[in-house]
């Protein structure tokens, strides 16, 4: 099957072509479409693993190396800001050079600085090697699906995205039973030793494998300010939301940073038009489809990543689970993100993203609802259901939201648009981590006073109230030592009761936002470029 040539419908509207070279021909392994996608799925699964098997040992590594709070709360916010702030770039950088030269960078410098961090010896190293996690995990997850793009026919990049999409959403959900398996049983040091054989695994599959594309129209030039502005529009947001449960919503610092991210993407955005080589043509944003295919993946974020977020505190410090427990619970979710992704993949290539998009965010918002209602002494049996429903759901919007938005691009900027992808979902991972946090703890605060008064406990100092809430926010029951056992348990009963509550809510504003995501979904469509890399090796 040869390249095809097809305009760009969303870049600057000049008529360039945006074919791949036809320097670039498979051979043999070299360049095969399936093997690329194995080659591109291990390394795409060391970063979607440490997004969540690190929160299983930071406990161990505060006890170790006798860190702060805050300490810790940095070895996964470090992570999380340098993988946010630098991911469109990456993928710029990956259309510029080369997304092979650009993935097999990723891998390397995450496997090393993986091993880095499990040979530290004090918090700030931690961090640091943290933060250098992030700038490669940067690199690597937009060239993969740049790979994708390139190395798919059209008739098969759904599914190719799907069981992309399948390994990321295992990876993801995974990580917890992995994590709780290797500090229980190892050390906390081994949660990142274990990305070294699979980074090594990952470089040599892709020198072997992996074929270099490139755009004839690939960009010549950095847009340096433009870089610059971004970066730190993107950071100023992400720290408001990071440190906006802190703050306060209503503090000055948080509306500060918040101002001066808008401030910066509206400059970002006056300097775009201006540049002949823009980071991100605003042409890309033409595409009613690609926009809404970005704003859908934020939606799913906030609701996904947000209500999930509670989850983990329900199971272990509502139900009393251990931390594989707990994870082993989350399996019918894992499962049929496992099983509906490349499921979701071969539906959308029949119909189009539009329906299965949309019913995805239907089933969603049903989940999140039903998450709603779970008790204090709710069954492994319904709590199995609602997990297994919001799997089903999730899988066709991870696949086809990431479709429509690298499909809806020009080949030559294939790397930005899986920035694009990425962005959106840590971005939306963080606001509803952050807003639906702000919920709970509204709710906790409105609650627990009376909670604690109704149920004849002695009356709490300001202070107290204060600490028992931010307590009862995770789940734990405020009960100091010695305290009665018959006082005892009615804390616990008091601090579940209530938790629940605000953990509902929550719950109910995902379901809501899922809701929204719908109408959303109704304005995607298939993407209009994905003819443009394909054909270029085996099918």
């Given at each position: 099957?040869?390249?095809?040539?097809?305009?760009?419908?969303?870049?600057p509207?000049?008529?360039?072509?945006?074919?791949?070279?036809?320097?670039?021909?498979?051979s043999?392994?070299?360049?095969?479409?399936?093997?690329t996608?194995?080659?591109?799925?291990?390394?795409?699964?060391?970063?979607?693993?440490?997004?969540?098997?690190?929160?299983?040992?930071?406990?161990?590594?505060?006890?170790?190396?006798?860190?702060?709070?805050?300490?810790?709360?940095?070895?996964?916010?470090?992570?999380?800001?340098?993988?946010?702030?630098?991911?469109?770039?990456?993928?710029?950088l990956?259309?510029?050079?080369?997304?092979?030269?650009?993935?097999?960078?990723?891998?390397?410098?995450?496997?090393?600085?993986?091993?880095?961090?499990?040979?530290?010896?004090?918090?700030?190293?931690?961090?640091?090697?943290?933060?250098?996690?992030?700038?490669?995990g940067?690199?690597?997850?937009?060239?993969?699906?740049?790979?994708?793009?390139?190395?798919?026919?059209?008739?098969?990049?759904?599914?190719?995205?799907?069981?992309?999409?399948?390994?990321?959403?295992?990876?993801?959900?995974?990580?917890?039973?992995?994590?709780?398996?290797?500090?229980?049983?190892?050390?906390?040091?081994?949660?990142?030793?274990?990305?070294?054989?699979?980074?090594?695994?990952?470089?040599?599959?892709g020198?072997?494998?992996?074929?270099?594309?490139?755009?004839?129209?690939?960009?010549?030039s950095?847009?340096?300010?433009?870089?610059a502005?971004?970066?730190?529009?993107?950071?100023?947001?992400v720290?408001?939301?990071?440190?906006?449960?802190?703050?306060?919503?209503?503090?000055?610092?948080?509306?500060?940073?918040?101002?001066?991210s808008?401030?910066?993407?509206?400059?970002?955005?006056?300097?775009?038009?201006?540049?002949?080589?823009?980071?991100?043509?605003?042409?890309?944003?033409?595409?009613?489809?690609?926009?809404?295919?970005?704003v859908?993946?934020?939606?799913?974020?906030?609701?996904?990543?947000?209500?999930?977020?509670?989850?983990?505190?329900?199971?272990?410090?509502?139900?009393?689970?251990?931390?594989?427990?707990?994870?082993?619970?989350?399996?019918?979710?894992?499962?049929?993100?496992?099983?509906?992704?490349?499921?979701?993949?071969?539906?959308?290539?029949?119909?189009?993203?539009?329906?299965?998009?949309?019913?995805?965010m239907?089933?969603?918002?049903?989940?999140?609802?039903?998450?709603?209602?779970?008790e204090?002494?709710?069954?492994?049996?319904?709590?199995?259901?609602?997990?297994?429903?919001?799997?089903?759901?999730?899988?066709?919007?991870?696949?086809?939201?990431?479709?429509?938005?690298?499909?809806?691009?020009?080949?030559?900027?294939?790397?930005?648009?899986?920035?694009?992808?990425?962005?959106?979902?840590?971005?939306?991972?963080?606001?509803?981590?952050?807003?639906?946090?702000?919920?709970?703890?509204?709710?906790?605060?409105?609650?627990?006073?009376?909670?604690?008064?109704?149920?004849?406990?002695?009356?709490?100092?300001?202070v107290?109230?204060?600490?028992?809430?931010?307590?009862?926010?995770?789940?734990?029951?405020?009960?100091?030592?010695?305290?009665?056992?018959?006082?005892?348990?009615?804390?616990?009963?008091?601090?579940?009761?209530?938790?629940?509550?605000?953990?509902?809510?929550?719950?109910?504003?995902?379901?809501?936002?899922?809701?929204?995501?719908?109408?959303?979904?109704?304005?995607?469509?298939?993407?209009?470029?994905?003819?443009?890399?394909?054909?270029?090796?085996?099918?």
């Open positions: 099957m040869t390249s095809q040539t097809t305009l760009d419908k969303t870049g509207g000049d008529g360039r072509p945006a074919a791949p070279s036809d320097g670039a021909r498979a043999g392994l070299r360049g095969h479409p399936w093997f996608l194995i080659t591109v799925a291990v390394g795409v699964m060391m970063v979607a693993l440490d997004g969540t098997i690190v929160a299983i040992a930071n406990p161990a590594i505060k006890d170790d190396l006798g860190a702060t709070f805050a300490d810790v709360q940095w070895i996964t916010n470090g992570y999380f800001l340098a993988l946010a702030v630098c991911l469109i770039t990456a993928g710029k990956g259309d510029r050079f080369g997304h092979r030269q650009t993935f097999l960078i990723g891998v390397v410098g995450f496997a090393a600085a993986s091993g880095a961090i499990g040979l530290s010896h004090s918090v700030a190293a931690v961090v640091t090697f943290r933060v250098f996690q992030g700038l490669f940067a690199l690597l997850m937009p060239a993969a699906l740049g790979l994708l793009r390139a190395t798919f026919p059209a008739e098969k990049l759904n599914m190719a995205i799907g069981i992309w999409g399948m390994v990321i959403g295992a990876s993801t959900a995974g990580g917890p039973i992995l994590g709780g398996v290797l500090v229980e049983h190892v050390n906390w040091q081994s949660v990142f030793f274990i990305n070294v054989p699979v980074g090594i695994l990952a470089l040599v599959l020198v072997l494998i992996l074929l270099d594309h490139r755009a004839e129209n690939a960009p010549r950095f847009d340096v300010l433009g870089i502005l971004l970066s730190a529009a993107t950071f100023c947001l720290w408001a939301l990071i440190k906006a449960p802190t703050w306060g919503w209503g503090a000055g610092q948080t509306w500060t940073f918040i101002a001066a808008v401030l910066g993407f509206a400059l970002f955005a006056f300097w775009e038009t201006k540049v002949k080589e823009p980071l991100v043509p605003l042409g890309l944003f033409r595409s009613v489809a690609l926009s809404a295919g970005v859908l993946m934020v939606l799913m974020a906030i609701a996904f990543m947000g209500g999930l977020f509670f989850v983990t505190f329900y199971l272990q410090n509502v139900h009393g689970m251990s931390p594989i427990d707990a994870g082993l619970h989350l399996l019918p979710l894992t499962g049929m993100m496992i099983v509906g992704s490349p499921l979701a993949g071969v539906m959308i290539t029949k119909l189009g993203p539009r329906i299965p998009l949309a019913g995805g239907a089933a969603t918002a049903i989940a999140m609802y039903g998450m709603s209602t779970l204090t002494d709710t069954g492994s049996a319904v709590m199995s259901l609602w997990f297994a429903l919001l799997g089903l759901g999730l899988a066709p919007v991870m696949v086809g939201a990431t479709e429509v938005i690298v499909g809806n691009a020009p080949l030559e900027l294939s790397g930005v648009a899986g920035g694009l992808q990425q962005a959106a979902m840590q971005i939306g991972g963080s606001l509803g981590t952050a807003v639906l946090g702000a919920v709970m703890a509204s709710k906790v605060d409105s609650d627990l006073p009376g909670n604690w008064k109704d149920a004849g406990l002695p009356p709490l100092t300001a107290q109230e204060a600490q028992a809430s931010e307590a009862v926010q995770g789940g734990v029951p405020p009960i100091a030592p010695g305290t009665p056992d018959a006082i005892a348990a009615k804390i616990t009963d008091v601090a579940h009761d209530t938790f629940i509550s605000g953990m509902s809510l929550a719950s109910l504003v995902a379901a809501g936002v899922a809701a929204v995501a719908i109408f959303v979904a109704l304005l995607t469509k298939r993407g209009v470029n994905a003819e443009a890399g394909a054909g270029v090796g085996h099918v």
